[in-house]
């Protein structure tokens, strides 16, 4: 199995593309802002 230090660099564009719409739903990437899902009140 590869590490990540030997995978290819990424595409942003795309992975911006794919975390706003399997991601983001439940997860931020906002610094200290936690996730979305399962967050108690």
């Known amino acids: 199995m590869a590490t990540f230090s030997e995978a290819p660099p990424g595409d942003s ?22 996730h979305k899902q399962g967050k108690i009140s």
């Open 13 to 34: 564009k795309s992975g911006e593309k794919i975390f706003k719409t399997k991601c983001a739903q439940c997860h931020t990437v906002d610094k200290g802002a936690g």
